[in-house]
């Protein structure tokens, strides 16, 4: 089946413990690209890649750090959480970029305490 | 820079009410990509439609249907006689094309909840 997955679905953690959300596809995608989702300001972009070893900052990069050594999958980093970054990501992908769709995986419910 | 405006926040109707959600877009691109998303209660995204800049055909399928207006800079969704079933946050978004015709950023609205009451 087609998808993209992404571990942990939860997790509750405390400032500045170091943590990594998984994120995998395997449909070949090109792209990947992780949001978060916060109440009242919809999805944000973190970070995207439009290719191995080839990323770059979206609109609320601070505090994060990705890495695309694998075509499938794209780790989201947080080498010092804090509570603002409780929030809700979803890591997703698509084929190429130019318009396709994305697909998204099923989210990651974060909280820093 | 790219923005994209879902001006209502919430809307609630009654089973079998049309409703339209609305969606506005800022972008200074001729060539841009426009989605719907659909988020249900369980929180997973659904893909709805896509829409490239060159295309203002309206598109339907089934109660669906979307009515693109670049006169206006809006992509509107309609659902036709609505359902419990499309309770959900709706989020309209844009991607401009880059040099090479791609396009790297994906820019939501902040969605609009939709509930259906029975």
Partial sequence: EAQVTQNPRYLITVTGKKLTVTCSQNMNHEYMSWYRQDPGLGLRQIYYSMNVEVTDKGDVPEGYKVSRKEKRNFPLILESPSPNQTSLYFCASSPWTGGYEQYFGPGTRLTVT | ?118
């Fill in chain 2, 1 to 118: 820079a790219q923005k994209v405006t879902q001006a209502q926040t919430e809307i609630s109707v009654v089973e079998k009410e049309d409703v339209t959600l609305d969606c506005v877009y800022e972008t200074r691109d001729t060539t841009y990509y426009l989605f719907w998303y659909k988020q249900p209660p369980s929180g997973e995204l659904v893909f709805l439609i896509r829409r490239n800049s060159f295309d203002e055909q309206n598109e339907i399928s089934g109660r669906y249907s979307w009515n693109f207006q670049k006169s206006t800079s809006s992509f509107n969704f309609t659902i036709t006689a609505s359902q419990v079933v499309d309770s959900a946050v709706y989020f309209c978004a844009l991607s401009e094309a880059n040099a090479q015709g791609g396009s790297e950023k994906l820019v939501f609205g902040k969605g609009t909840k939709l509930t259906v009451n029975p």
